[in-house]
């Protein structure tokens, strides 16, 4: 029996108005939902906040057990999710497969968080048990991009309702399904009680009034490094936490002792997997001069052999961009580029949303697609002399989430590392990589640090509460 049903996706409850969920890669409908709208986020966080508090003094192997059973629902329609995934985010299958693998380990790893200690015990002055329990926040608001829809929503609300929260989840209206209602489908398969989850679909007015609404102490935001400035700027003035995961315009530095026979295909991945649509993509190749002409010249041949179209219906490496709009930005980049100075060495073209991965040599500080993050499946190369330059030109970009480091001596690509300030470091690998076990975030423009896995969710979403316990009333001297 299909998880999914559209006929259930327009809700008269939401005020935003229909909109058609469209296939990137024909412009196809594939069904239509109801939008949120701005007055829409109060009525979910009153309820949410409503289910909430028993949702939290239930028994931690209850809510481990609907963790765990989402897990599982998300491996058993993988079929019909992974379709989905395809054909609203043009993702490759491959792609699509990753996030639902993902999506099951995120749910299992929260359901381990029900049952973490819950806090300390501390020493005291005074004759009393003194502790700190980590207790929900309530409500959690996770906005969540287009790009990974299902990751970058589960990574949130999976540790989030572990931990005892009620979630307003609003994802990007264009992957409303995957990002979204996917989600609301397969936690009410799992027995999550009603009211827990809320998925409201739409624009930045909707992200506006969740960060500003009272009864949502903590947002949980993935998106640009312009919005997410936005969204802490509001979060800041409201007084409540806002945990924000951002863009990046990520170096993968590769040093004269690299194996360049293995390197390229990891260099093709880093900057061309789901049309460069990740935060974590290799936005700029520096490679050691000795190395730079093959490296541009076989990197440029990769490009040229991969194949890009629909990926519903062809066997391809690369899918289209999410719309027009990603597509003018992209393609804005490359051409400034060139007219700057640098050299088209593959790429730079189109078909509908459909855009060859490009490959940009002689490139420098101010070319366009190499100092700002493209969002696209453009790989500009920079050759660098020394390793003291290579970690200069690292370290020059407003961003800080992943750093690559191919060398034939990890040690001295750990030591290198060391001099450049990221939140992910890949040795002997590109920049895009997740696992549901391990820290995920960035510094500066990247983000305010990691906020997933393990620990790092705990305190995303918990409060620590100081709590003392006397066996009489205490005494004092008036």
Known sequence: MPLLDPKTWQSSSLSGGEYAVTEPATGDTLGTVTLAGAEDVGTAAEAARAAQTEWARLPHFVRAAVLRKAGDLFAAHAEELREWIVRESGSIPGKADFEL????????????????????????EAPRLSYTRRVPVGVVGVISPFNAPLILSIRSVAPALALGNAVVLKPDPRTAVCGGLSLAAVFAEAGLPEGLL????????????????????????????????????????????????????????????????AVISAAAWGSFFH??????????????????????????????????????????????????????????LVEASTSRGAKLAAGGTHEQLFYRPTVLAGVDDQTPAYAEEVFGPVAPVRPFTTTDEAAALAVASSYGLSLGIVTGDAARGLD???????????????????????PFGGIAASGTGARFGGESNLEAFTDVRWTTVRGDVAAYPF
């Not at 992910?424 to 590109?430: S, Y």
């Open 198 to 261: 809320h998925v409201l679909p739409g624009g930045p007015e909707v992200g506006q009034a969740l960060v500003a609404d009272p009864r949502v102490p903590v947002i949980s935001f993935t998106g640009s490094t312009a919005a997410g400035r936005a969204v802490g700027e509001a979060a800041g003035r409201h007084l409540k936490r806002a945990h924000l995961e951002l863009g990046g315009n990520s170096a993968l530095i590769v040093l004269e002792d690299a194996d360049i026979d």
């Open 275 to 332: 049309q460069g649509q990740i935060c974590m993509t290799t936005g700029r190749h520096l490679v050691h001069q000795s190395l730079y002409e093959e490296y541009v010249e076989r990197l440029a041949a990769k490009a040229d052999s991969l194949a890009v179209g629909d990926p519903h219906r062809a066997e391809v490496h690369l899918g289209p961009l999410i719309d027009a709009g990603q597509l003018g930005k992209v393609h804005g």
């Open 101 to 124: 693998h993902v999506a099951a380990q995120e749910c299992y790893e929260a359901a381990a968080l029900a049952s973490r200690p819950a806090g300390h015990v501390l020493p005291s």
């Open 416 to 438: 290198l590392a060391e001099r450049i300030p990221t939140g992910i470091v890949h040795i002997n690998d590109q920049t895009v990589n997740d696992e549901a076990v391990a």
